[in-house]
């Protein structure tokens, strides 16, 4: 009897929610004590919902090449920054060692 009543609370409080059709189908059934259906209806639930799916965002691809021109960008900066602190070095070398 503890868990008829376990299991009727328990429905009342899914039957609140928004469900989909399959969900509300497991509630009737249990609803109606059909137990074995409902066992089989939840793998089913189960088997349907447990897949992955490769989530493709369009953006990343956008992404991905703005980032690889950002890089270029920064390769570029730093190699021009690596021969303007060649050229201070030359000069200071020069000035000084005059």
Do not use: W, Y
Request: proline content about 1%; some cysteine.
């Amino acid at each position: 009897m503890e868990d008829e009543e376990l299991i009727t609370m328990q429905v009342v409080k899914l039957q609140v929610l928004v469900l989909d059709a399959q969900v509300a189908r497991i509630l009737a059934l249990i609803q109606a004590q059909q137990f074995q259906d409902v066992i089989c209806v939840i793998e089913q639930n189960k088997h349907d919902n447990s897949g992955v799916m490769v989530f493709q965002d369009p953006q990343i691809q956008g992404l991905k090449l703005e980032l690889k021109l950002l890089e270029n960008r920064l390769n570029e900066l730093t190699d021009t920054q690596a021969d303007l602190d060649r050229q201070i070095n030359e000069f200071s070398s020069d000035v000084c060692g005059v």
